[in-house]
């Protein structure tokens, strides 16, 4: 009797139990209502974000002095700010160590030692009030993220540092495509091997085994890539966009060359306070001796194999030039 009591019994409550079930199944679901409209309030912010963003960069675009014509310099002789996009053998090095070593006249930040979130922090207090009469010198080298992906800050910090009545001077330089190469393979894969790791032998046939497609693209829309180290990625050359040049040209106040270093250095002393531009011979730290791969030894089927090969870069080397020819500018000089 007792055990046929107790079978009615859980019979009855699993009949309950099963009448309830609906209800407390939609009861456990009543976080997702306030979820899901959180989920389209963020979408809705990022997506007004992006357009505030868009706005401030036509903005500005629409402000500034096209290339085509003359367009000045900003002055930064009582201080300022300067971002450098530190392409790697291009001759950077020594304007790094320029800024590295004139401490008296420039404060020095780079990126291959201070993570974005600092530079951020760096950016935020040099644009919203000048502290002193020295230059803020923003090295951008090493670690991405480059320029393709820096380009919505560049146009807040330039926003930022006009509204504050602060100069900022965003500049780059380039090298003749193959130069290029055969420094960065003399240096990644000869000269510093050991740490690169790079196994390439000092010959032709070793330089073109480690070559990428369009190298110097590569490291302004993605910040590596340059060679095929072992640990480097693959980027999707795709995602650079076709429009390079175009981009630079509207977020650069100058684009320099290796071969004409002496445009550049005239820039900088055009801009920069006395004695700013005073250089230091660069050490070589490996202290030894090294077999190079030179020039004279490229062959003319070499030679058209590499042109090839850096087709996107020789245009866009080539296209700059036409457009930051130093006649084109002039300079901003309150003395």
Known sequence: ???????????????????????RKASMYWYLAPLLALYLL??????????????????????????????????????????FFHNPKAGGTSLRD?????????????????DMEGVEQYMLQWTSQKADKKVKFLEIHGHPPGFLHLRTRLTAWRIQAEKNNIPIFIFTIMREP?????????????????????????????????????????????????????????????DCPLDLQEQLVQYMDWVGFTE????????????????????????????????????????ETVTKRLQELMSRDYKLYHGLRQTFQLEKFKFDIDD
């Not at 445009?263 to 801009?271: C, E, N, P």
């Open 1 to 23: 009797m007792f055990s046929r009591c107790t079978r009615e019994r859980r019979r009855l409550l699993f009949s309950q139990e099963r009448r309830r079930s609906p209800m």
């Open 42 to 83: 963020r979408t809705v912010w990022q997506q007004l974000s992006l357009d505030h963003h868009v706005l401030s960069h036509s903005v500005l675009s629409s402000s500034s002095t096209s290339r085509t014509s003359e367009h000045q310099f900003p002055s930064l002789r009582q201080g300022g700010i300067v971002v």
């Open 98 to 114: 320029m800024a590295k070593k004139n401490s008296q006249i420039f404060d020095h930040v780079t990126s291959e030692f201070t």
């Open 178 to 238: 193959i130069s290029w190469l055969l420094s960065c393979f003399n240096f990644f894969c000869l000269q510093i091997a050991k740490y690169t790791k790079c196994k390439a032998p000092a010959t032709i046939e070793g330089m073109l085994s480690e070559a990428r497609s369009d190298p110097q693209s590569r490291w302004y829309c993605f910040m590596h890539t340059i060679m095929a180290l072992p640990d480097q990625g693959d980027d999707n050359m795709d």
């Open 260 to 299: 004409q270093y002496e445009d550049t250095m005239t820039v900088l002393k055009g801009i920069l306070p006395p004695g700013a531009t005073k250089t230091f011979a660069v050490k070589n730290k490996t202290n030894k001796q090294f077999r190079k791969i030179d020039s004279s030894t490229l062959n």
